[in-house]
């Protein structure tokens, strides 16, 4: 089955600074993978996702790259701010196996 | 945007009992819903696959008997604990992808906390 590592997993960053969380997987037939965002007590959010035939994606302050070869792809926060503060997981998925595999998660917290 | 409506969103109750949570999504058919098991600053751990009008499929290490699914319609799944115990106490939150969209993301419900006491 799919193994899916997120590092870190833990993240402090300064108000304004970047942020980057990555993953790896390892089912190669792996062809999505989303971001969630889940804030304490509540669902884990879409914020971001990007599928196999495209290298990268960006959304305002919110970027994912992929690299199929290497079988990774991270998270890019650009100019945090202190509501960027959540845990962040990863996924991938493919679309014959209907599963989502989650990564263990990154808990950021950006300093005012 | 997609809406997965989970009820209750807390619920305490004695050892021994049994507790229903339901699933719902509001504006599509789920042909499979997915529940899912979080612990204090963990991640999302599947239990178990929910499939319209046929038998859930668990993970391993979740028992069948224990934690009772049944998705009886394209948008209603439930996840029945029985014989709860402390040990049950946890986050379950349950998502649902759209029926025939393909590497469509998942949409969550908000997340039922439990307590056994």
């Known amino acids: 089955g799919e193994n899916v590592e997120q590092h870190p997993s833990t993240l402090s960053v300064q108000e304004g600074d970047s942020a980057v969380i990555k993953c790896t997987y390892s089912?190669?037939?792996?062809?999505?993978f989303p971001w969630y965002k889940q804030e304490l007590g509540k669902r884990p959010q879409l914020i971001i996702d990007?599928?196999?035939?495209?290298g990268e994606k960006k959304d305002q302050r919110i970027a994912v790259t992929l690299n199929k070869t290497a079988k990774h792809f991270s998270l890019h926060i650009t100019e945090t701010q202190p509501e960027d503060s959540a845990v962040y997981f990863c996924a991938a998925s493919r679309y014959t196996g209907n599963q989502f595999y989650f990564g263990t998660g990154t808990s950021l917290t950006v300093i005012p | 945007g997609a809406v997965v409506s989970q009820h209750p969103s807390r619920v305490i109750c004695k050892s021994g009992t049994s507790v229903k949570i339901e699933c719902r999504s509001l504006?599509?058919?789920?042909?499979?819903m997915f529940w899912y098991r979080q612990f204090p600053k963990q991640s999302l751990m599947l239990m178990a696959t929910?499939?319209?009008?046929?038998?859930?499929?668990?993970e391993q290490g979740v028992e069948k008997d224990k934690f009772l699914i049944n998705h009886a319609s394209l948008t209603l799944s439930t996840l029945t604990v029985t014989s709860a115990h402390p040990e049950d106490s946890s986050f379950y939150i349950c998502?649902?992808?759209?029926?025939?969209?393909?590497?469509?993301?998942?949409?969550f419900g908000n997340g039922t906390r439990l307590t056994v006491t």
């Open positions: 504006d599509f058919q789920a042909t499979t």
């Open positions: 990007i599928r196999s035939n495209v």
């Open positions: 929910s499939n319209e009008g046929s038998k859930a499929t668990y």
């Open positions: 998502s649902a992808r759209r029926g025939t969209e393909l590497n469509s993301p998942l949409h």
């Open positions: 089912d190669s037939a792996s062809n999505y």
